[in-house]
C-alpha cells in the first residue's frame, strides 16, 4: 500500500501486532475450495489451544467457493490439524479443516477423508511421501511471469536452475521469506531450489506419514500464498503456465514402505512400480488438471500415453534415484504428478495401487 512519507503498511501493522491480546487467540481456519485453491477466515478462542479437541467446529457460505449450491449453502468445517501461526506469531494458529455437506458426507472437494482411510487402514507400511512443490511467479498487473523483460523473452533455459546472480534468480526474497515462515510453522521443508524456468522455483516437504503429507503440503501453499501476496507476487501452481520451449511444473512423488526402506527393499520397489504400471491411466486421471500440457515427453518428462521407469532418468514416469539403485533399497519417485495435484488424491491412490483398497 501507497503511504505518505514512504513509510510500509507492515510498519504501522507492527506497532498493533505487538498489542496485548488479553488472553485470547486468533485461529484462522483454512480449507481446500471448490476452485483448487485455498480460502480461510479468522475467529476469536478465549484461551490458548493445546489439543485439536480444543477447536470448534464451525461453517461458512458454500456458494461463495464453489462447493455448495445457494439454496444448501452451509458447508462444515471439521478441524483436523493445527500449526504456529507465522503471521501472527505468539499464540495464534492456523488451522487445517475438513469440508463436509450438511447431511454428513464429505464435501465434493475434500478428498482427505478417503485418504484417511487407506492411510489408517495401511498404517502398518508406515508410508512416507517427500512431495517436490514447483510453481512460477506471476507479475499481478498483467499476469505475465514475474520479472521477465515486457513484452520479450529472457535468455533461453540454461543458467536458472539453482541459479546465483542477478538476471538468474527472481524474487529471492519471498522464497526465503517462505523457507522460513514453514519452519516457524513446523512444516517437514526438506529445502528450496531455483528451477529451469527462470521465475520458477520448488520447494520440498517430507518425509511426510501417511496424512500428513497432504495436510502439510496444503499449509505450505496457504503460507506461500499469503506471503506472495504481501509482496505483490502472484503464485501460479498451474502445470505449463507458458507455451513453448519452458519446463512445465510439476510435483515429483517420493514414496516408501518400511519394507522398501530396508536391506531388500528394492524387491518391493520393482513390485510397487510393476503395480503402478498396470493402473496407469487411473493415476493420470488424478495427476492434475491441465497435466497434457506438461507430460509431453520433453522438458524432462515422460509422455502421458506410455508408462515407464528407469534409474537415474528423469525421461520416466518413475524414477529410481541412483543412490537407491546402488544401495538396493531406499524409495522411488513418480514424476507423472502435476504441480497443481490435490496431494490427498495423489498419495491415497498411491497407496491404494501399492498397498490395496479399504475395503480389501
Ligand atoms: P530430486 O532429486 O528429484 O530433485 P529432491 O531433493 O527435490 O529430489 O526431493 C526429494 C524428496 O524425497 C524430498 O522431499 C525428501 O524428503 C523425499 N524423500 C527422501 N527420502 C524419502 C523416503 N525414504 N521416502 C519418501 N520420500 C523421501
Ligand atoms: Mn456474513
Ligand atoms: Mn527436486
Ligand atoms: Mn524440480
Ligand atoms: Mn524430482
Redesign the pocket.
Known amino acids: 500500500m501507497s503511504l505518505p512519507l514512504g513509510i510500509e503498511s507492515t510498519t504501522i501493522l507492527n506497532k498493533y501486532r505487538n498489542l496485548p491480546q488479553n488472553g485470547s487467540i486468533i485461529a484462522e481456519y483454512i480449507w481446500i475450495d471448490g476452485t483448487e485453491s485455498i480460502r480461510s477466515k479468522a475467529r476469536t478462542l478465549n484461551k490458548k489451544i493445546t489439543s485439536i479437541k480444543d477447536l470448534p467446529e464451525w461453517n461458512f457460505d458454500g456458494s461463495s467457493t464453489c462447493q455448495a449450491p445457494g439454496d444448501d449453502s452451509d458447508v462444515l468445517l471439521r478441524p483436523v490439524a493445527y500449526y504456529p501461526d507465522p503471521f501472527r506469531l505468539g499464540d495464534n494458529i492456523i488451522v487445517l479443516a475438513e469440508c463436509y455437506n450438511n447431511d454428513g458426507t464429505p464435501n465434493k472437494f475434500n478428498h482427505r477423508t478417503a485418504a484417511s482411510k487407506l492411510f489408517t487402514k495401511h498404517a502398518s507400511e508406515e508410508i ?5 512443490q514447483e510453481y512460477t511467479l506471476l507479475d499481478p498487473v498483467d499476469g505475465a511471469i514475474y520479472g521477465w523483460p515486457k513484452g520479450g523473452f529472457p535468455a533461453p533455459q540454461g543458467p536458472y536452475y539453482c541459479g546465483v546472480g542477478a538476471g538468474k534468480v527472481y524474487a529471492r526474497d519471498l522464497i526465503e521469506a517462505h523457507y522460513r515462515a514453514c519452519l516457524y510453522a513446523g512444516i517437514t521443508i ?2 528450496i ?1 531455483a528451477e529451469v524456468m527462470p521465475s520458477q522455483w ?1 520447494f ?4 511426510c506419514t501417511g496424512i500428513a503429507m497432504g495436510d502439510e503440503l496444503w499449509v505450505a501453499r496457504y503460507l506461500l500464498h499469503r506471503i506472495a501476496e504481501e509482496f505483490g507476487i502472484v503464485v501460479t501452481l498451474h502445470p505449463k503456465p507458458l507455451k513453448g520451449d519452458w519446463n512445465g511444473a510439476g510435483c ?1 512423488t ?3 514402505t518400511k519394507g522398501m ?1 530396508v536391506k531388500g527393499g528394492m524387491k518391493l520397489i520393482e513390485e510397487a512400480i510393476e503395480k503402478l504400471g498396470k493402473r496407469h491411466l487411473d493415476h493420470i486421471k488424478l495427476y492434475g488438471t491441465d497435466n497434457d500440457q506438461r507430460l509431453t515427453g520433453k522438458h524432462e518428462t515422460a509422455s502421458m500415453t506410455k508408462f515407464s521407469s528407469g534409474v537415474a532418468n528423469r525421461g520416466c514416469s518413475i524414477r529410481i ?1 541412483r543412490s537407491v539403485g546402488l544401495e538396493g533399497y ?2 522411488f ?1 513418480d514424476r507423472r504428478p502435476a504441480s497443481n495435484i490435490d496431494p490427498y488424491l495423489v498419495t491415497g491412490i498411491v497407496t491404494e495401487t501399492i498397498c490395496g483398497p479399504v475395503d480389501g
Open positions: 512416507w511421501f517427500g512431495l517436490e526438506s529445502g531450489n520448488e520440498q516437504v517430507g518425509p515429483h517420493n514414496v516408501s526402506r534415484p531406499g524409495y519417485e
